[in-house]
């Protein structure tokens, strides 16, 4: 376990900015986790921590040693990539073998690792099995074991589901963080899908055009998104535009257009007539029904799309559009196509972007 650190670390490839002055601290034992779409720059800050490309600026630090300078071998850093990169002439127990015979480690030592990776990863007697005998879970398992096989203090893991089919990656998935969480090994995760990050992680650093934007639990990221890019790469929001007519430190009332007036969670620096956008999860549309208390929005329903679990409504709000998610539950009536319906929300399960 070891506690990574991040200072001003920057990288340009030919006056493009790939990675600009970021900063982290990653805790002893975390699982976390660098998300952001293809380009951002979360590869090329793991293959900095890694040692395999050179920042332009900036300092790594791991337990406070400062390794911006070490060569990847001398790093004690574990790394999965996308593809497994599993030699196809050895068998299973020679691959998880392989970085201890480099080690030079003692033959009787390489044997009990390999015996304990195998344990570890769930593929006791499959020693002698070849890359053309494995499924791509059972190889993403090997890929893992010759890691952990070397006692990394700290895991780093590129994309490493995203080969996988549907069903696949969402089982490796739960399968790598309970691993994680037993070896108690400080991991690193890159992907760009924002279910594995929510499901995996402990905490979550929101990548956009080399920068992070935005750092905090699966919890705060998904709920309070910190800007607008943020709201719209993480799960699916409503944006209503609106402006503010009041605001004051514990609410704020806003005003969507048609004379609708809805109520909002209160922000620092708002002023009256300033224009927001609202932002709303699908999840916590509320159709009809609701506390006396409620505020209620007409509405119109545009599309009812069926989903299995979920019946998913488009709406029409204040002349906006708005997406409800609903659960489909035995014998409740749900609205069809052309309803006119009411719609409601809980204020504080919504958040208020400005507008820049």
């Not at 991991?187 to 995996?200: C, F, P």
């Amino acid at each position: 376990m070891a506690v990574v650190e991040l200072v001003g670390l920057t990288k340009a490839y030919n006056q493009v900015v790939a990675v600009a002055q970021t900063n982290l601290k990653i805790a002893s034992g975390e699982f976390f986790s660098l998300l952001g779409p293809s380009g951002c720059g979360k590869t090329t800050t793991l293959r900095m921590l890694a040692g395999f490309v050179t920042p332009d600026d900036g300092r790594i630090l791991i337990d406070s040693d400062d390794i911006t300078e070490q060569p990847p071998e001398k790093r004690n850093i574990g790394i999965v990539f996308q593809n497994y990169a599993i030699f196809p002439h050895m068998n299973v127990a020679e691959n998880i073998a392989f970085g201890l015979r480099m080690r030079k480690v003692d033959r009787g030592e390489i044997e009990r690792r390999v015996t304990g990776a195998l344990q570890q990863v769930g593929l006791k007697g499959f020693e002698a099995r070849y890359q053309r005998e494995l499924s791509g879970g059972e190889q993403q398992r090997v890929a893992l074991a010759r890691v952990l096989v070397t006692r990394p203090r700290i895991l780093l893991l590129d994309e490493p589901l995203s080969a996988l089919d549907k069903n696949l990656r969402e089982e490796m998935k739960y399968w790598i963080k309970d691993l994680q969480r037993g070896l108690g090994i400080t991991t690193i995760y890159v992907t760009h899908d924002q279910s594995e990050a929510l499901t995996m992680s402990d905490r979550i650093g929101v990548m956009s055009k080399g920068r992070v934007v935005q750092v905090g639990t699966p919890t705060e990221i998904y709920e309070t998104p910190g800007d607008l890019f943020v709201t719209t790469f993480i799960g699916e929001s409503n944006l209503l535009e609106g402006t503010v007519e009041a605001s004051n430190a514990k609410s704020v009332e806003l005003s969507l257009g048609d004379g609708t007036r809805v109520p909002a969670p209160p922000r620092e620096g708002l002023l009256t007539g300033q224009r927001v956008k609202l932002v709303i999860r699908p999840e916590n549309v509320l159709l009809e029904g609701g506390e006396a208390r409620q505020f209620h929005v007409p509405a119109i329903v545009d599309a009812k799309i069926y989903q299995g679990a979920l019946i998913r409504y488009r709406l029409t709000v204040a002349g906006q559009h708005l997406v409800a998610e609903v659960q489909n539950q035995f014998g409740r009536s749900q609205p069809e196509a052309g309803s006119r319906v009411t719609v409601h929300w809980y204020p504080e399960r919504t958040e208020i972007l400005p507008i820049e």
